[in-house]
T-cell receptor, first 115, second 117 residues
Framework: AQTVTQSQPEMSVQEAETVTLSCTYD???????LFWYKQPPSRQMILVIR??????QNATENRFSVNFQKAAKSFSLKISDSQLGDTAMYFC????????????FGQGTRLTINP | EAGVTQFPSHSVIEKGQTVTLRCDPI?????LYWYRRVMGKEIKFLLH????????ESGMPNNRFLAERTGGTYSTLKVQPAELEDSGVYFC???????????????FGPGTRLLVL
């Protein structure tokens, strides 16, 4: 079974700083997807970024980028030039390519951006 | 385009009562998923529909939970009778049909907060 671990329950940084959220996972699969989802206080969870394991290039979306280390089974999220609107719960998630299409989530990291 | 919607947003019931949660997926999305987050713990998968068929219900905790998706459109999740440990946030998600070996992004609804007293 796959597991996802987010070791930072809470983080807090100042606006405009860069912050990195950690995520590690355990799987015997060779091909899979990894995701970061964000849930702001308004509760709608939205996709931040996704990474296919077979792609060596790290995914980026504007100020959001990942550091995907397949051998180490690590998938951290970097937020550059953080903004107040980045305040949210961040969930790391894993999905197999073959078989069950369910997302396996980590425990979440509560990120607060302070003015 | 409307996103995934869920109703109600909150529900407070007493132990032993019945509650029905509803999810309307994004139009055209064949895949519909239910997840649950119990307070302080990770979000866990409950089940997956492809159109009106249950593709995977391995995460359903017990037979007090019944999910349906009549006509392959909206879905309901009924808890009967509710127990204290059923309290949590119930999320619904939907995704487009994906080709073999491709996993389409799951789009989530706002969730239903269920409190069983």
């Amino acid at each position: 079974a796959q597991t996802v671990t987010q070791s930072q329950p809470e983080m807090s940084v100042q606006e405009a700083e860069t912050v990195t959220l950690s995520c590690t996972y355990d799987t015997s699969e060779n091909n899979y997807y990894l995701f970061w989802y964000k849930q702001p206080p308004s509760r709608q969870m939205i996709l931040v970024i996704r990474q296919e394991a077979y792609k060596q290039q790290n995914a980026t979306e504007n100020r959001f980028s990942v550091n995907f280390q397949k051998a180490a089974k690590s998938f951290s999220l970097k937020i550059s030039d953080s903004q107040l609107g980045d305040t949210a719960m961040y969930f790391c998630a894993f999905m197999k390519i073959q078989g069950a299409q369910k997302l396996v989530f980590g425990q979440g990291t509560r990120l607060t951006i302070n003015p | 385009e409307a996103g995934v919607t869920q109703f109600p947003s909150h529900s407070v019931i007493e132990k032993g009562q019945t509650v029905t949660l509803r999810c309307d997926p994004i139009s055209g999305h064949d895949n519909l998923y239910w997840y649950r987050r119990v307070m302080g713990k990770e979000i866990k998968f409950l089940l997956h529909f492809v159109k009106e068929s249950k593709q995977d219900e391995s995460g359903m905790p017990n037979n007090r939970f019944l999910a349906e998706r009549t006509g392959g459109t909206y879905s309901t999740l009924k808890v009967q009778p509710a127990e204290l440990e059923d309290s949590g946030v119930y999320f619904c998600a939907s995704s487009q049909f994906g080709l073999a070996g491709v996993r389409e992004t799951q789009y989530f609804g706002p969730g239903t907060r269920l409190l069983v007293l």
